[in-house]
């Protein structure tokens, strides 16, 4: 599976972005678990958000609770984020990541396979 992450950009601190991943692959037989993670500067890649290869269950880190939104259309095999009222500290280089696991399963996961990343910069 390959996965193509796109949407990141600069905005200003309390903007919005939304972030696409593209998969190769259609998920429509294998189920796959999907989400995002970011890497800010001199730190380690963190994980942000999942949602289960169903589309029914998302699961987020406690920072990003109520600002991110975490969405899949696998009839398009793509996953979006959606992030609101961003803050400087949201800069970072943010991945899409998936792996296999139940259709229902969502939750912190360790990726089979990476995206390229995305710059999202956020401005204060």
């Known amino acids: 599976v390959q996965l193509q992450a796109s949407g990141g950009g600069l905005v200003q601190a309390g903007g919005s972005l939304r972030l696409s991943c593209a998969a190769s692959?259609?998920?429509?037989?294998?189920?796959?678990?999907m989400g995002w993670f970011r890497q800010a500067p001199g730190k380690e890649r963190e994980f942000v958000a999942a949602i289960s290869w169903s589309g029914g269950i998302t699961y987020y880190a406690d920072s990003e609770k109520g600002r991110f939104t975490i969405s899949r259309d696998n009839a398009k095999n793509t996953v979006y984020l959606q992030m609101n009222s961003l803050k400087p500290e949201d800069t970072a280089v943010y991945y899409c990541?998936?792996?296999?696991?139940?259709?229902?399963?969502?939750?912190?996961?360790?990726?089979?396979?990476w995206g390229q990343g995305t710059l999202v910069t956020v401005s204060s």
């Open positions: 990541a998936a792996a296999m696991a139940p259709r229902d399963y969502s939750g912190r996961f360790p990726p089979e396979y």
């Open positions: 692959r259609r998920t429509t037989v294998i189920s796959y678990v």
